[in-house]
Nanobody, 123 residues
Framework: QVQLAESGGGLVQAGGSLRLSCAAS????????MGWFRQAPGKEREFVAA????????YYSDSVKGRFTISRDNAKNTVYLQMNRLKPEDTAVYYC????????????????WGQGTQVTVSS
């Protein structure tokens, strides 16, 4: 059984930074790609960033490219999302997920999800 637990969310002013963490339990973390998604009230869950199992490849949505950085530490079974220059439109619940198969962009490609952490950016 795999469990994912996000942390690091909070309230921040526009232009500020936050670092989200996602700790994974269970074996074989290091052989799976991981992704971050977010969901704002009344909107569908959307892709934010993904990282390959080795960390050698990363992918970002256009809305966060250049501001967010995804990374991972396989020794700690943890994936991170560094968020800089935050904007009010980044306000959402952020979820991490394990990539099972398919394209990193789609929610259906992920098999395990965390409970989410709230990020609120004030203007």
């Amino acid at each position: 059984q795999v469990q994912l637990a996000e942390s690091g969310g909070g309230l921040v002013q526009a232009g500020g930074s936050l670092r989200l963490s996602c700790a994974a339990s269970g074996r074989s973390f290091s052989i799976y790609g991981m992704g971050w998604f977010r969901q704002a009230p009344g909107k569908e869950r959307e892709f934010v960033a993904a990282i390959s199992w080795s960390g050698g490849s990363t992918y970002y949505s256009d809305s966060v490219k250049g501001r967010f950085t995804i990374s991972r530490d396989n020794a700690k079974n943890t994936v991170y999302l560094q968020m800089n220059r935050l904007k009010p439109e980044d306000t959402a619940v952020y979820y991490c997920a394990r990539l099972n198969r398919g394209t990193y962009y789609y929610t259906s490609s992920y098999d395990y999800w965390g409970q989410g952490t709230q990020v609120t950016v004030s203007s």
